[in-house]
């Protein structure tokens, strides 16, 4: 397989060969229309698909290994390279990446690619560090210790990781009770993304931001904030590379056609990629049969990435739930359905058959245009 660059930095896909014991990838090109996988789907179009995975879940279950390697060319770490979990105790010369280099492993025995989640987080830090950094004095203090651990934590998987997700939900609903805002106002966010260039030339540095999507007044603030606030950073010079929008959806909810196509037309306009990075779909107050519920799901997919692929600046597409057996939304009560059902926010049923959401992006990477 031909090499392909989709990050404008680092080589995205290098040729797939054997790496160690390398798992031979099933979603070939030369595969059956009904066979082809979406990453598969994704390279006709120069792009690229893939998932969030999680440890305990790699390692206990070989059907969702076989659904990742059928349908994904990259994968990024739901919680293994977050602050919280890489450190979490002051001692610097016991930065904690056992779980991430798991991942890596698999990453690498399988010719997959990796995504870097995530650097700077106002919900990811360790609670030893946030009772240091409200007890510094100065923001010369505070802007030190978060370098530090940002060039800590770039500076070893430099050359491992192909994008980054620098800052995550800059202009999110709790961005006000930011720590880093307390501190450093948002020159934070400067710094994160300097410190992180300095030390990974080639990653793709993404800013990643949630809530823009979907037509809802409070969505339709967030977006004016996010162009107001890569306006400045771009004209302060901060290495910004793309935009990754996280696509956490709601099925109840319309995706906002005209406001979102005007969003992306203008981050093309700043010449910045684009990323769907965290796709899945909250159907918590859907009411109907599983297949209402399912051909709700699909269409506000189906919808948001007909747009998102429509923009050649966009360079692929990424799940937070590949299968319905697996997701955060089980694991946070405020999301649970009232009528005692499960969420059903994935690709995959619980038994890891297709769902219509999985036809729904299938067929969104058939239709978007050649990069």
């Not at 501190?183 to 030390?199: C, H, P, S, T």
């Not at 910004?240 to 406001?259: M, T, W």
């Not at 969003?263 to 899945?280: A, H, N, W």
């Not at 998102?308 to 089980?330: E, P």
Request: aromatic share 8%; net charge neutral.
């Amino acid at each position: 397989m031909d090499t392909l660059d989709y990050s404008g930095r680092r080589c995205f896909l290098k040729t797939v060969g054997a790496v160690g014991a390398a798992v031979a990838l099933p979603n070939s090109v030369d595969a059956a229309p009904d066979e082809i996988g979406l990453h598969a789907r994704a390279l006709k179009k120069g792009m690229f698909f893939g998932c969030s995975v999680s440890v305990p879940v790699l390692r206990a279950d070989p059907r969702f290994r076989a659904a990742v390697l059928k349908d994904c060319g990259i994968v990024v770490p739901e919680n293994e390279l977050k602050w919280s979990r890489v450190q979490p105790a002051p001692d610097r010369s016991a930065l904690n990446f056992t779980f991430a280099d798991y991942i890596y492993k698999f990453v690498q025995q399988n010719g997959l690619q990796l995504r870097g989640h995530t650097l700077v987080w106002s919900s990811g830090v360790p609670a030893w560090a946030q009772r240091q950094m409200g007890d510094m004095k100065s923001a010369t203090a505070a802007a030190g210790f978060l370098q530090m651990h940002v060039a800590d934590v770039v500076r070893a998987w430099r050359g491992r990781v192909v994008h980054w997700d620098v800052v995550n939900e800059p202009v999110a609903e709790d961005a006000k009770s930011s720590i880093w805002l307390d501190k450093l106002g948002e020159a934070y966010i400067d710094m994160a993304f300097q410190v992180a260039r300095e030390n990974d030339p080639g990653a793709l540095l993404v800013l990643n931001q949630n809530l823009v999507e979907m037509d809802d007044s409070y969505q339709g603030s967030l977006r004016k904030k996010l162009l107001l606030l890569l306006e400045r950073l771009l004209k302060r010079g901060v290495p910004v590379d793309a935009v990754g929008i996280e696509a956490h959806l709601s099925s109840d909810l319309k995706v906002a056609v005209k406001e979102y196509t005007s969003l992306l037309r203008e981050i093309e306009r700043m010449g910045l990629k684009v990323i769907v990075t965290e796709l899945d779909v909250w159907d918590g107050r859907m009411s109907g049969s599983v297949a209402e519920r399912d051909k709700a799901a699909a269409q506000v997919v189906k919808d948001l990435l007909d747009i998102s692929f429509s923009f050649k600046n966009c360079l692929g597409a990424l799940a937070w739930t590949l299968t319905d057996l697996y997701s955060w939304y089980h694991e946070t009560p405020k999301k649970w359905r009232q009528d005692g059902e499960i969420n059903r926010p994935g690709l995959l049923d619980s038994n890891y058959s297709r769902k219509a959401m999985w036809n729904a992006v299938a067929s969104a990477f058939d239709a978007a245009p050649v990069r």
